[in-house]
């Protein structure tokens, strides 16, 4: 698991208890959060992608209307996951974590410009905004990584298939969060 970074999508008010609210995203609050400490503490960077939508964005007109608005309480990370000082926050205004945002000049930037080479991922929707950001990290030549119990959709079938498609299709390692905190301290003796 070299040079890896967690990133966190779309863990905010509105996805877990707001206007788009995902009933299953709680069971998946404990993990992530005991992911990111364990990502702290390893001095692994921390990233959280962020939906932060204009009211006129193309997806908020034109398929899931008003949700994470930027600067609104709906747009903010769950205080359960709350950012510090030392992670990294990126907006986006669609699915993916990469389009037209600054998280690639971001990861190439981190160990001391060696640059991040595998993404950990985690948040919501394993088949939506997790898959468009896997793709865009695959274009990019990072390796994959998906958090399978610190991910969730909208149902169960959504899910699966999400992780399916990721494993297939990206060559994405599917992990549990346990499995992963594991192989973060080995890397680094921790
Ligand atoms: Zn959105």
Redesign the pocket.
């Known amino acids: 698991m070299e040079n890896a970074a967690v990133i966190i999508v779309d863990m905010l008010n509105d996805f877990v208890t707001g206007d788009l609210k995902c009933e299953r995203a709680k069971n998946i609050i404990p993990n992530l959060k005991k992911l990111i400490e364990a990502a702290r503490k390893q001095n692994v960077p921390v990233i959280y992608s962020n ?1 932060a ?1 204009y009211p006129h964005d193309f ?1 908020v007109v034109h398929k ?1 209307g008003r ?2 608005i930027k600067g609104t309480k709906g747009a903010e990370v769950i205080p359960e996951l709350k950012p510090t000082e030392k992670d990294f926050i990126v907006e986006k205004r ?1 699915y993916s974590g990469f389009h037209e945002t600054g998280l690639d000049p971001l990861l190439r930037s981190l160990y001391n410009g060696e640059g991040v080479k595998t993404v950990i991922l985690g948040g919501l929707h394993t088949h939506i905004c997790v898959r468009h950001t896997a793709a865009d990290a695959f274009f990019r030549g990072y390796k994959i990584i998906i958090a399978k119990d610190g991910v969730e959709a909208f149902t169960q079938e959504d899910h699966e298939q999400g992780l399916k498609y990721l494993e297939y299709v990206y060559n994405a390692k599917i992990m549990t969060v346990d499995e992963i905190i594991k192989e973060l301290s080995a890397k680094t003796g921790g």
């Open positions: 939906d939508h997806e899931w949700h994470a669609t």
